[in-house]
């Protein structure tokens, strides 16, 4: 796992730019590159990041899997196959959020059994503990082109889509000065050693 990325979303939460996923929100948020992070027991939190895609039912996604198992037309049939009408129903009412690329994000939204909180809300594998999320925005540099990261919690990107100048550039800018000081240094070294016939 990446410490530094949790670090900075333990941050996040903690300063409030992170929120809680609610279902409202991520569908707004479909196309959108986010980062998110549940607290899990003992320290056992996780982080991930991804393009937000589509919303499903959790059976929905089950229906998709057809490399679950060869005697099966998908995962969702194999269910259907033993399932009580009440676990289907929970499989159908548990929207699962997906990634761009259609995988599972593992993040789950309880609409009718176990939902905890007064707002529909995404949460890790325990119905009790909620994903917080912060949106990434890229922001390129006009003079380098150099492509950066900024977070914050709103949709559209409040930072503007071009820095003037970054870091990269101000960095490449202090070596050329120091390059230029050093070449001056040792001219000015020469002319001495010079004026001493060496």
Not at 32 to 61: A, C, M, N, P
Not at 67 to 93: R, V
Not at 108 to 134: G, I, P, Q, W
Request: charged letters at 30%.
């Amino acid at each position: 796992m990446n410490t530094e990325l949790l670090s900075e979303m333990r941050a996040a939460v903690a300063n409030k730019t992170a929120q809680v996923l609610t279902l409202e929100k991520a569908k707004e948020l479909k196309g959108k590159k986010i980062r998110t992070i549940y607290f899990g027991y003992r320290g056992q939190d996780g982080v991930d990041e991804f393009v937000v895609g589509e919303i499903i039912s959790h059976l929905s996604w089950a229906e998709r899997n057809a490399d679950f198992d060869a005697k099966w037309k998908s995962q969702g049939d194999y269910w259907k196959s033993y399932m009580t009408k009440k676990q289907l129903d929970e499989h159908n009412t548990n929207m699962l959020l997906l990634r761009e690329d259609g995988t599972s994000t593992s993040c789950c939204c309880h609409t009718k059994y176990y939902n905890c909180f007064n707002e529909l809300t995404f949460t890790c594998s325990d119905a009790d503990r909620e994903v917080y999320y912060v949106v990434v925005h890229e922001i390129t540099c006009k003079k380098c082109g150099h492509v950066h990261e900024k977070v914050s919690n709103e949709i559209n990107n409040p930072f503007g889509e071009y820095f003037d100048n970054c870091r990269f550039c101000i960095d490449a800018e202090d070596i050329e000065a120091i390059n230029d000081n050093y070449r001056d240094h040792k001219a000015e070294i020469n002319k001495i050693n010079q004026s001493y016939g060496k």
